[in-house]
């Protein structure tokens, strides 16, 4: 796992310079630079188990740790403005296309798109 800012577990990538602006952009700009990106809390449950999911599946997701983030805050309201709902971690893109949180991931591996998803997200090549 690649992580935005410093966590308990893990690879870590240090934040690139904190970009001024609108945080839509800078999810936007976060989802697609890899090909499995999660928007997380590093004191959340079902953060943990999300991420637990696809290290699971051989996924290496990067991780944004939004507690860890100096704008984090931002990026949240953002998120929620994105997924109209006021529970927003984890959020999962793939691909750089939102999938949505820990029920969409969920019910996607459990109907069996989920795996196609990461094949063609290049994250996932068994």
């Given at each position: 796992?690649?992580?935005q800012a410093a966590?308990?577990?893990g ?5 690139r310079?904190a970009?001024?602006?609108d ?8 989802a ?10 590093s004191?959340c ?6 991420k ?12 944004h ?12 309201r953002?998120?929620m403005?994105?997924?109209?709902s ?8 793939i691909?750089?296309?939102l999938v949505g949180?820990?029920?969409?991931v969920?019910a996607?591996?459990?109907?069996g798109t ?7 997200a ?5």
């Amino acid at each position: 796992m690649h992580y935005q800012a410093a966590a308990s577990w893990g690879s870590y990538v240090t934040p690139r310079n904190a970009v001024v602006g609108d945080p839509l952009e800078r999810i936007e700009r976060l989802a697609s630079e890899n090909a499995v990106v999660i928007f997380s809390m590093s004191t959340c449950c079902m953060c943990h188990a999300i991420k637990r999911l696809f290290c699971g599946m051989g996924v290496n997701p990067t991780v944004h740790e939004l507690d860890e983030d100096p704008r984090g805050k931002d990026l949240e309201r953002a998120l929620m403005r994105l997924l109209g709902s006021s529970s927003v971690v984890p959020v999962v893109f793939i691909g750089g296309k939102l999938v949505g949180t820990m029920d969409r991931v969920m019910a996607c591996h459990i109907n069996g798109t989920l795996v196609p998803l990461l094949k063609e997200a290049g994250a996932l090549w068994l």
